[in-house]
């Protein structure tokens, strides 16, 4: 895979990190999203809860 993808007149640069996120509540979500847009290629996000209905403060 090419590690520099152009868009338009923005250059982004894929890093290859593998990132665990522990904790998938407003925060955890947020930083995937964020890390996954600025071009980190391996996100994975952990929670607790058994599925999304669960999930959130409860």
């Known amino acids: 895979m090419d590690p520099i993808r152009r868009t338009g007149s923005l250059t982004v640069r894929r890093i290859d990190h ?16 964020a890390l996954r847009r600025a071009g980190i290629g391996k996100v994975t996000l952990i929670d ?11």
């Open 18 to 33: 593998n990132v665990a996120i522990i904790g998938g509540g407003q925060s955890g979500s947020t930083f995937a999203f």
């Open 48 to 58: 607790a809860a058994g599925d999304a209905a669960s999930s959130g403060p409860g």
